[in-house]
């Protein structure tokens, strides 16, 4: 019932904005709005987004921009929580200087705003969001990260028919994204004929899973699939050895990739296995260049938030090249794009502006994540 209201309240405050749809700005910049959690749970990936999408821009600003006019972002802080984020989307959308958006990161913000941003007409391009309702969200919404059901399937094929698993516990946390990811690696495993021996949920924040792990110790599973963040799965990594587990194998999905893991975790996190679209170890070209500039600019290794924060980016900046800074005409170039190259493969985007891409397997191995074929 909350998130109906939220969405409500949300649609409430779209009928003054009509007249804000298309951007026909005089500005010797091109405004792009900016739409992340920079305080609350999710604000280290928030920031990590936000260095993403400052270095995609620097990086054309520095080649003169697009036709001589440099791009000027405009940073909202949505906080992660879904009201806030309907509060940003109404800021960003009244101002008609502004393209297009980048934004939001959790699901639930993505799925409030939303609603506004389709009702304007201002693209927004999520470089977080994976649940399924994203995908009926809207014409102008689109994201740079695979749904919940194409990572969880990926996930799911390598654990059941490449590892052989057949009991499986899930661990997740209790957001739109964990409960989303969690329902997927559910029919997942009804589809390849395996068992959930535990399905847990945590909330975000979590420090202690004593009761989680109690839970899994008794249920004769083989494999941990977590669905959440790496803060949370570090922990769990950590704590398992102590309830007979330490052999027990743990697999996630994109959201687990973080130097923070490995920091977080040490020792206990070797041999996680996880399926992403980004690795700093990656030989292709454009994420090599996307991963050196990063460290240039911030003496830091990028997460994959990061880089989808830079692909979330490069797409804008791809259809106002060749569209202009029309909100409609960007929205309708953006939707043929095809195959564009960024940090984290090639963006194709279907008939619901979701992205259209390879995941590669990944797996920590001496405290460093590698790409594995097993």
């Not at 920079?38 to 036709?67: C, H, R, Y």
């Not at 679209?277 to 990061?306: G, I």
């Amino acid at each position: 019932m909350k998130k109906i209201l939220i969405v409500l309240s949300a649609c409430l405050m779209i009928g003054s904005l009509f007249i804000f749809g298309c951007s026909s700005s005089k500005s010797d910049s091109i405004k792009i709005g900016v739409a992340i959690p920079l305080t609350g749970a999710s604000a280290q990936d928030g920031e990590a987004i936000k260095n993403g999408v400052k270095l995609a821009t620097k990086l054309i600003n520095d080649e003169g921009g697009i036709n001589g006019k440099k791009i000027e972002l405009v940073v909202e802080d949505d906080k992660g929580d879904p009201s806030e984020a309907a509060t940003v989307a109404n800021k960003l959308a009244q101002d008609k200087d502004i393209s297009a958006i980048v934004g939001h990161f959790n699901s639930s913000c993505t799925l409030a705003a939303a609603p506004i941003y389709n009702q304007v007409g201002v693209v927004n391009v999520s470089p977080g969001s994976s649940a399924a309702a994203v995908s009926k969200a809207g014409d102008y919404t689109f994201r740079v990260i695979t749904t919940d059901a194409v990572q969880g399937s990926s996930l799911m094929n390598w654990a059941v028919k490449d590892l052989g698993y057949k009991n499986i516990a899930i661990v997740y946390e209790n957001t739109d994204y964990g409960a989303g990811l969690a329902d997927v690696v559910s029919k997942a495993a009804g589809d390849l004929s395996t068992n959930i021996v535990a399905k847990e949920a945590y909330e975000v924040g979590s420090t202690d899973f004593s009761t989680v792990l109690t839970k899994i110790a008794n249920s004769n599973a083989d494999v941990i699939i977590v669905g959440g963040l790496y803060n949370e799965t570090a922990l769990i990594a950590k704590q398992k050895n102590n309830f007979g587990l330490s052999k027990m194998q743990i697999m996630g999905v994109d959201a687990i990739y973080s130097d923070a893991l490995i920091k977080l975790g040490g020792a206990a996190v070797n041999g996680i296995k996880l399926t992403g679209y980004f690795s700093e170890v990656s030989q292709d070209s454009v994420t090599q260049n996307f991963v050196s500039k990063y460290k240039e600019a911030y003496n830091s290794t990028p997460s994959t938030y990061a880089a989808y924060g830079y692909d979330a980016t490069l797409v804008i900046i791809d259809s106002i090249k060749k569209a202009g800074i029309d909100r409609k005409a960007i929205r309708d170039y953006m939707a043929t794009i095809k195959d564009l190259k960024g940090a984290t493969g090639s963006n194709s985007f279907d008939e619901n502006g979701d992205v259209i891409k390879q995941p590669l397997r990944l797996v920590i191995q001496d405290g460093k994540f590698t790409i594995t074929e097993k």
